[in-house]
Nanobody, 121 residues
C-alpha cells in the first residue's frame, strides 16, 4: 500500500519560514519524480516545485528564489523549504509521486492527504 504522509504545515507570519516533509512508503522512492502542489480556496491545484529522480528541480515562478525542494532517498522523504512566506502562499500543500508509464504498464500518480499552510499576521 502506497502512503505519502505530509507534515510541517501550520500558521506563520508573513516573512516567516516553514519546512514541509513528505514521507513515502510502498514505492521505490528513488525512481519517482516527487512534487509539491498547492490548492487555495476557490482555486485549482497548482504545481509548486518538483524534483526528478536525478535531482533536477523546477519551480513555479511565484515561488522561485523563496522555496527549495530537496529529497533524501535514504529516508524516502521529500522536503519543501519555504522562506519569505507571503499571505498568497496560504493553501493546502500536497505531496505527489509520479513516474513515467511504459507501453506495457501504467503507473498511477500518488497523492498525500495534504497539510495546511496559513500565512497571516
Amino acid at each position: 500500500q502506497v502512503q505519502l504522509v505530509e507534515s510541517g504545515g501550520g500558521l506563520v507570519q508573513p516573512g516567516g519560514s516553514l519546512r514541509l516533509s513528505c514521507a513515502a512508503s510502498g514505492i521505490i522512492f528513488s525512481i519517482y519524480r516527487m512534487g509539491w502542489y498547492r490548492q487555495a480556496p476557490g482555486k485549482e491545484r497548482e504545481l509548486v516545485a518538483a524534483i526528478t529522480s536525478g535531482g533536477s528541480t523546477n519551480y513555479a515562478d511565484s515561488v522561485k528564489d523563496r522555496f527549495t525542494i530537496s529529497r533524501d532517498n535514504a529516508k524516502n522523504t521529500v522536503f519543501l523549504q519555504m522562506n519569505s512566506l507571503k499571505p498568497e502562499d496560504t493553501a493546502v500543500y500536497y505531496c505527489n509521486a509520479a513516474r513515467t508509464s511504459s507501453a506495457n504498464r501504467y503507473y498511477p500518480p500518488y497523492w498525500g492527504q495534504g497539510t495546511q499552510v496559513t500565512v497571516s499576521s
